[in-house]
């Protein structure tokens, strides 16, 4: 399976951004689904997750309240709404999948077996 992560790009602080991931070579119903983001020097952290009907989603405390995850099993996507942005949302933001579990509260990075290229997300003061 392939992930394919779109929508990044230069926002102003307390903008909005709609970051997308098309997945391709499966169904994506088959796969749990999460986002996770990586400042430059800072290690890769656990932003939203959702399971694989989308009857459940875990945030990060980073961007909790300001960011929804939800996907569309039909179009094999998985898109992340994230209002109010700031500074230090500036980041590299990749979607990954896994299908052996679906807990959405298992944010270990291990657990996703499949991960997008990333789309940068930077936010201006």
């Known amino acids: 399976v392939q992930l394919q992560a779109s929508g990044g790009g230069l926002v102003q602080a307390g903008g909005s951004l709609r970051l997308s991931c098309a997945v391709s070579?499966?169904?994506?119903?088959?796969?749990?689904a999460a986002w996770y983001r990586q400042a430059p020097g800072k290690e890769r952290e656990f932003v939203a997750a959702?399971?694989?009907?989308?009857?459940?989603?875990n945030y990060g405390v980073p961007m909790k309240g300001r960011v929804d995850i939800s996907r569309d099993n039909a179009k094999n996507t998985v898109n992340l709404q994230m209002n109010d942005l700031k500074p230090e949302d500036t980041a590299v933001y990749y979607c990954?999948?896994?299908?052996?579990?679906?807990?959405?509260?298992?944010?270990?990075?291990?657990?996703?077996?499949?991960w997008g290229q990333g789309t940068q997300v930077t936010v201006s003061s």
């Open positions: 959702i399971s694989r009907t989308g009857s459940r989603t």
């Open positions: 990954a999948a896994d299908r052996v579990r679906d807990l959405v509260t298992d944010t270990a990075l291990k657990r996703y077996a499949y």
């Open positions: 070579g499966d169904s994506l119903s088959s796969y749990g």
